[in-house]
């Protein structure tokens, strides 16, 4: 019973009602069992060390970019991507209920939510904005103290689980503001069970290769998808520290890892590549 | 003389204090007037307006990314990169002078430059993490508050501009932490003032350019740079919103704008890239 439980845990970094547990119900529904934790490291050791059976990770943000932190846990750990979510960062003002918008006179949030509703708070100079570690955290903080004139900057799962109620919907400043999520299993769920597929669902693969720069390099690395009509959906260079003239890329392209194309590509890119790590092949989100 | 005195001025977002004023020293000397701005898109704004005559800002971080939003920002304003540096993410524990480290109880900052110390916090438990807008600002709070109990977590720069003391240097968990500054010059400024170069400089080029994501559609692109042995040190996609299939690409490479090879190439990507603009020609930081 206990291994049941606990093998259906899903880990993700922050506080319940943080974006990754919005990505997490919009992968496998609202029924999960959750497992927050403080770091990503800290996600992914939960998933070594079998205390979850899977993880939801952040991996590039349309403002912030690649969450390079966690593309170095995906090489370290290896476990792999086995599904993808696009998630819309909505800023919800909240309050604990019985609170109108009329008696605000402080917002708590993270800076960085703070800082996508800069559009609200000039509207409205009379509400201070005060800075908390965590947007669902803020969310909890205001319901756990009953404050009578402040409020929270957080998403709408986290007005839900804290019971607080939603004042103003989606006051960010850009709404083209979108998280991609990556789902994560440990081989031994896999194997054990046989994930659901969607039936005409189109595939991506992702991938981290390292060359030399030389020049032309990456042009050679690239030949190995475009001579099989392979499609990159991603490409992104990052140097690698401590050798100044190397690069780790970062690729995503649309195809099966075991389809003989892609195949081929993989061998091909193999004999041009330094290093060549598929980290997951999955529906596209 | 005011004018003169306003030209002066390099604008930057955050606090005097902030990793980008430490940037704005690195590029142009310690003697510089600046001009703290609340916004990326402010920084811009006060270029245009002439209230600054150069903008020091962020473009990507060796653990957060890109930073989208200033890569909007250049091809929107137009301003052309003439610098980049490297800054190391330094992050150093301070408080009032005459307030020693045992007498600590609070330590505040902003959430992401906490997260980066949680080893510090671990060997530390006694001393709570308390959440504030700036890292900088931090700084600034408790040298005006006095505060016999509590620190800051800030640059070196903010300690010295504030007068706090620094305690503990260098107590984030990862040293490998860098982010890459450009410095943006308004055209006037350019044409009135020969920028010195330093001899023997390596160039580099920044641009983005888009293309319909069909496939061998960027290998095409790139053997612009390939077949003229142009050294890429930078590729990244990004999804262009509301066009589902298209992409655009940031691309640096070594070597002058107006040498014969990349003008070569410039014309030969013309030719395949839907849009394509020039961000700047700098020496290599």
Do not use: K
């Given at each position: 019973m206990t291994r049941t439980a606990r093998k259906a845990l899903i880990a993700f970094q922050g506080e319940r009602g943080a974006f990754s547990e919005e990505a997490a119900r919009k992968l496998l529904g609202a029924g999960i069992d959750l497992l927050p934790c403080p770091r990503f490291e800290d996600v992914f050791r939960s998933l070594q060390e079998g205390a979850a059976a899977g993880a939801v990770i952040p991996i590039?943000?349309?403002?912030?970019?690649?969450v390079h932190e966690n593309y170095d846990h995906l090489q370290r750990y290896?476990?792999?991507?086995v599904a993808e979510t696009n998630v819309r960062i909505v800023h919800n003002l909240m309050a604990p209920?019985?609170?109108?918008?009329?008696?605000?006179r402080r917002v708590y949030s993270h800076p960085v939510a703070l800082n996508q509703c800069l559009d609200f708070f000039a509207r409205h100079p009379a509400i201070e904005r005060v800075t908390y570690y965590d947007t669902a955290g803020s969310a909890k903080m205001i319901m756990e103290e009953g404050l009578g004139d402040a409020g929270a900057i957080a998403s709408a799962v986290a007005a839900e689980i804290y019971g607080a109620r939603i004042l103003r919907r989606s006051i960010e400043d850009d709404r083209r503001n979108f998280t991609r999520f990556f789902l994560l299993r440990t081989p031994e769920y896999t194997r054990r069970n046989n994930p659901r597929i969607p039936p005409n669902a189109q595939w991506k693969t992702s991938l981290v290769f390292s060359t030399r720069n030389i020049p032309g390099a990456l042009f050679r690395c690239l030949s190995a998808f475009a001579l099989r009509d392979l499609n990159l959906t991603k490409i992104e260079s990052r140097p690698l520290r401590g050798k100044p003239w190397e690069y780790l890329f970062y690729l995503d392209f649309l195809?099966?890892?075991?389809?003989p194309a892609a195949q081929n590509a993989l061998g091909h890119l193999g004999e041009l590549a330094d290093v060549l790590k598929v980290l997951g092949c999955y529906p596209r989100g």
């Open positions: 590039e943000n349309t403002l912030a970019g690649s290896e476990f792999p991507i209920p019985g609170v109108p918008f009329s008696h605000l195809g099966r890892v075991d389809s």
